[in-house]
């Protein structure tokens, strides 16, 4: 079985910067794509920034320029980087990844969220 644990969610001021990681554990031959979503009160999850497995990300137009997604594919984690947080920002943040346990068998993934709150 595979786990995602995330991290690194709290309180902060508008304008500010938080790094969410996101790590996977458990029976892991490969993770192909990796992502993080978010659902802010009242709203449905939305996709906020994905990466491949050879590197190419992408990004909702929401968060362009201020967010920045990554992996370490040595630790089986991905990471989240936010700088020029805004109040909108502030939903639970959810890790999402494409995961194999034997090779060419892969399935989804949710980590259980991390709440990122900011202050205006």
């Known amino acids: 079985q595979v786990q995602l644990v995330e991290s690194g969610g709290g309180l902060v001021q508008a304008g500010g910067s938080l790094r969410l990681s996101c790590v996977a554990s458990?029976?892991?031959?490969?993770?192909?794509?990796a992502a993080w979503y978010r659902q802010g009160p009242g709203k449905q999850r939305e996709l906020v920034a994905t990466?491949?497995?050879?590197?190419?990300?992408n990004y909702a137009d929401s968060v362009k320029g201020r967010f920045t997604i990554s992996r370490d594919n040595a630790k089986n984690t991905v990471y989240l980087q936010m700088n020029s947080l805004r109040a909108e920002d502030t939903a639970v943040y959810y890790c999402?990844?494409?995961?194999?346990?034997?090779?060419?068998?892969?399935?989804?993934?949710w980590g259980q969220g991390t709440q990122v709150t900011v202050s205006s």
């Open positions: 990466i491949f497995s050879g590197g190419r990300t």
């Open positions: 458990g029976s892991i031959f490969d993770i192909n794509t």
């Open positions: 999402n990844a494409h995961v194999a346990t034997v090779p060419f068998n892969y399935d989804f993934y």
